[in-house]
């Protein structure tokens, strides 16, 4: 014990420098770490640039179904407008003036659920405290 800690602080009689294969390592390491961070630049780029491609993606996949959502609306009040009316048609023996009517409504409240379902107009569902 009493060796390893002379030698070690007397320097090895190289007056405070480290040795060759020391100061080798230490080259090799700092050029390993520069290395090391140019991978890691490039992978966070990479990954950066394909984040944003899934987004996308997502945002596409996103805006169609906001789009299939707002357009069964429309189509559902009209479907559901021209089947009352057909239905009171046959009832009745009005034909065609309860379809043409129901068909009218329903285009009208297929409308009105497709601006709600947008956000355009505001939806009945009101706090009455």
């Known amino acids: 014990m009493a060796d390893g800690t002379r030698s070690n602080q007397q320097g090895d009689g190289n007056n405070g420098r480290p040795p060759a294969d020391e100061a080798a390592l230490s080259a090799r390491l700092t050029h390993l770490e520069e290395r090391l961070s140019h991978v890691r630049k490039d992978r966070d780029s990479r990954s950066a640039q394909q984040g944003g491609e899934a987004e996308t993606g997502s945002a596409k996949a996103s805006a169609m179904a906001r789009g299939f959502r707002l357009s069964s609306e429309l189509v559902a009040g009209v479907v559901v407008g021209a089947v ?46």
């Not at 009832?91 to 329903?106: A, C, D, E, Q, R």
């Open 84 to 129: 009352i009316g057909w239905g009171i048609d046959r009832l009745l023996s009005t034909s065609p003036w309860g379809l043409i009517v129901f068909f009218l409504l329903g285009f009208a409240a297929g409308v009105l659920n497709l601006m709600r379902a947008a956000g355009v107009a505001p939806s009945d569902h009101t706090d009455r405290s």
